[in-house]
């Protein structure tokens, strides 16, 4: 059985928001605010699901379409090449904040502009490697908002196989060795295994999603962690089928897997994101320099799991782990 505590608790010691929750009335005037993201405006994909969230939070604190703040979206519809084009866009449009994710928009905006203050929607890497803050407590750029390292869950993904599989040795792992987090992601994996379990690393960089299947079911895998990736959000459909199509129960980072039919998720509020996005474009619109809020990571974790495709596996979810569960798809 997992533990709740164990799940709330992870994490939980992330640096403190040193400014103030405020939902006071904004700022006097028209604001516009520019939104850059690798994915698309559709309402479905993380894109559009992200830009709608923090909207809507930013609509709590009195941000009212139309009357008191502008957006200025900018889509690259999955292709990478064309964000730097689309964040200079931006920065010569001349917003008063840039909201942008993942880690390569935000990557883009940052060499776009060093002067107009830049909120991460999310960043899977760290924003520190990265070279868009100095530290996280204290960014000392035009850079703040929320990263998502979240490798300290990796070992929970395998955990939660464990706990609907019963007796498994083999788990395959999906990862693009283009993100360079993935790395790390492997060796916490690695130095938390149970005795007896190993690892298969399944490696994809251009979709070649049927070969590493193929790879999983010669090598006998029991289970499949798919690590974060942009790529593997934007086919979590495709991988919901493949893993359903290989019987193989599969755990990732994003609530849209099992949405596609895949068996579970584990990873960040999306809520507890879109919220946090929200307060620091509050913030720095009211006044507050980026360089001087630091930045914060998810505090709050959430389980989804797809009983529908559980049923079709054969696999009987423990009563235990439903409980557990933020939502049962059935």
């Given at each position: 059985m997992i533990r709740r505590r164990t799940f709330i608790s992870l994490l939980a010691?992330?640096?403190?928001?040193?400014?103030?929750?405020?939902?006071?009335?904004?700022?006097?005037r028209i604001v516009r605010v520019g939104y850059?993201?690798?994915?698309?405006?559709?309402?479905?994909?993380?894109?559009?699901?992200?830009?709608?969230?923090?909207?809507?939070?930013?609509?709590?604190?009195?941000?009212?379409?139309?009357?008191?703040?502008?957006?200025?979206?900018r889509y690259a519809l999955g292709q990478a090449d064309k964000l730097p084009a689309l964040a200079a866009d931006l920065a010569e449009s001349n917003v008063d904040v840039i909201v942008a994710g993942p880690t390569t928009a935000i990557r883009a905006a940052h060499?776009?502009?060093?002067?107009?203050?830049?909120?991460?929607?999310?960043s899977g890497d760290?924003?520190?490697?990265?070279?868009?803050?100095?530290?996280?407590?204290?960014?000392?750029?035009?850079?703040?908002?929320?990263?998502?390292?979240?490798r300290d869950i990796a070992p929970k993904w395998?955990?939660?196989?464990?706990?609907?599989?019963?007796?498994?040795?083999?788990?395959?792992?999906?990862?693009n060795p283009a993100q360079p987090e993935h790395a790390s992601y492997l060796s916490v994996m690695q130095e938390t295994l149970p005795a007896g379990m190993r690892l298969q690393i399944a490696e994809v960089r251009q979709r070649q999603y049927e070969e590493a299947f193929a790879g999983m079911?010669?090598?006998?895998?029991?289970?499949?962690?798919?690590?974060?990736?942009?790529?593997?959000?934007?086919?979590?459909?495709?991988?919901?089928?493949?893993?359903?199509?290989?019987?193989?129960?599969?755990?990732?980072?994003?609530?849209?897997?099992?949405?596609?039919?895949?068996?579970?998720?584990?990873?960040?509020?999306?809520?507890?994101i879109f919220d946090l996005a929200a307060e620091y474009i509050d913030r720095i619109l009211k006044g507050s320099r980026p360089g001087e809020l630091p930045v914060r990571q998810p505090t709050k974790f959430e389980l989804v799991i797809n009983a529908k495709t559980a049923k079709t596996l054969g696999i009987t979810i423990p009563q235990p782990l439903l409980l557990l569960a933020n939502e049962v798809i059935q």
């Open positions: 010691g992330g640096l403190p928001f040193l400014a103030l929750r405020s939902f006071a009335q904004p700022v006097g850059l993201s690798l994915l698309s405006p559709d309402p479905t994909s993380s894109g559009g699901e992200f830009f709608r969230g923090i909207r809507e939070e930013l609509a709590k604190r009195g941000y009212v379409v139309g009357r008191n703040i502008v957006f200025e979206e060499v776009a502009t060093t002067k107009i203050p830049i909120v991460m929607a999310f760290d924003p520190v490697k990265s070279g868009f803050v100095k530290s996280l407590a204290r960014p000392g750029t035009n850079v703040t908002g929320v990263t998502a390292q979240v395998v955990e939660l196989l464990r706990n609907v599989v019963g007796s498994i040795e083999r788990v395959a792992v999906l990862t079911r010669k090598e006998h895998a029991q289970g499949l962690v798919i690590l974060g990736n942009v790529l593997f959000t934007q086919d979590s459909g495709q991988l919901a089928d493949l893993a359903l199509s290989y019987r193989l129960p599969s755990v990732y980072l994003f609530k849209a897997f099992p949405d596609a039919g895949g068996l579970m998720s584990y990873g960040p509020s999306h809520h507890e």
